[in-house]
C-alpha cells in the first residue's frame, strides 16, 4: 500500500512565498516521475511542474520563473517552492507521483489529497 501526505499550503499576501511537500510511502520500489498539478475553482486541473529522475523539469509557462520543484529520492518526497505568488496561483494544489511498488510490475499514478493554496491581499 502507497500514501502520499501533502503539507504546506495556506494563505499568503501577494509576491508572499510558500512551500509545499508529498512524500510518500509504503512498499515502493522506484519513483519515475514526480509533480504537482493544480485546480482552481470552476477550472480543470493544470499541469504545474514536473520532474524525472537524471532530466531537467518542465514548468507551466505561468509559472517559469517564480516556482520551482524539487525532489528528495531518499525521502521519497517532492517539494514546491513558490515565491511571488500572485492571484492567480490560488487554487488546490495535488502532488503526484508514478512509481511501482512491490504489489506490481507497472508504473502507476498516486495523488496527494491536496492542499488549498489561497492568495490574497
Known amino acids: 500500500q502507497v500514501q502520499l501526505v501533502q503539507s504546506g499550503g495556506g494563505l499568503v499576501q501577494p509576491g508572499g512565498s510558500l512551500r509545499l511537500s508529498c512524500a510518500a510511502s509504503?512498499?515502493?520500489?522506484?519513483?519515475?516521475?514526480m509533480g504537482w498539478y493544480r485546480q482552481a475553482p470552476g477550472k480543470q486541473r493544470e499541469l504545474v511542474a514536473r520532474?524525472?529522475?537524471?532530466?531537467?523539469?518542465t514548468y507551466a509557462d505561468s509559472v517559469k520563473g517564480r516556482f520551482t520543484i524539487s525532489r528528495d529520492n531518499a525521502k521519497n518526497t517532492v517539494y514546491l517552492q513558490m515565491n511571488s505568488l500572485i492571484l492567480e496561483d490560488t487554487a488546490v494544489y495535488y502532488c503526484?507521483?508514478?512509481?511501482?511498488?512491490?504489489?506490481?510490475?507497472?508504473?502507476?499514478?498516486?495523488w496527494g489529497q491536496g492542499t488549498q493554496v489561497t492568495v490574497s491581499s
Open positions: 520532474i524525472f529522475s537524471g532530466i531537467s523539469p
Open positions: 503526484l507521483i508514478e512509481l511501482r511498488n512491490s504489489d506490481s510490475v507497472w508504473y502507476r499514478d498516486y
Open positions: 509504503g512498499s515502493i520500489l522506484s519513483i519515475r516521475a
